[in-house]
């Protein structure tokens, strides 16, 4: 391989690499991302969708909402450190309210955008959000019996049933008022 050819190939390389771990989120460009009518911003880092009058954190745990972004990176949980860090934020009434909670299956997939990949969610209404699993509060008995809580991912994943010691993303959710 001569020199010119050995640094070509770690040039293509790289890009391979990079294109994966980089990959740009695509969306269908016919489809607005984002829509006054769907989603009211409350300025506070939270946001309700008006259909489903639920309303959302728009970081997940580990982020904070600073400047209209969500910045920092999120904390991969254990579904009971998730359980146990919404029952301290409904203590201490951090964002105004006392009844946040991991969202269900049907919560979560109200905020699955189909129509973007990589991640499958509004990065305007939820910016920061990896294509990675986030957990919800539905669980299912297994073989064992084992209780297992089912997660959402957001990058091609679908849904996945996942061990409660299994580390994932949280983002909470509450009935708007």
């Not at 450190?81 to 109200?110: C, T």
């Not at 957990?135 to 409660?164: C, I, N, Q, R, Y």
């Amino acid at each position: 391989m001569t020199k010119k050819s050995h640094k070509a190939f770690w040039s293509l390389l790289f890009c391979l690499f990079a294109s994966e771990v980089y990959a740009q989120q695509s969306c269908d460009s016919a489809i607005p991302q984002f829509s006054k009518a769907i989603y009211e911003d409350h300025g506070d880092g939270t946001i309700t969708e008006k259909h489903s009058k639920l309303t959302w954190m728009r970081c997940a745990v580990g982020q904070i909402w600073q400047n209209s972004v969500c910045k920092n990176e999120p904390h991969a949980l254990t579904w009971t450190e998730a359980k146990r860090i919404a029952e301290s934020i409904n203590e201490g009434q951090v964002y105004f309210y006392n009844d946040w909670h991991m969202p269900s299956l049907k919560e979560i997939a109200m905020i699955t955008d189909m129509q973007c990949k990589s991640p499958r969610i509004n990065l305007i209404a939820f910016p920061g959000t990896p294509a990675a699993s986030f957990w919800t509060s539905s669980t299912k008995l297994v073989e064992g019996p084992e209780l297992k809580a089912f997660a959402m991912h957001f990058g091609d994943g679908g849904l996945v049933l996942a061990s409660l010691e299994n580390t994932h993303y949280v983002r909470f959710v509450r009935k708007a008022d």
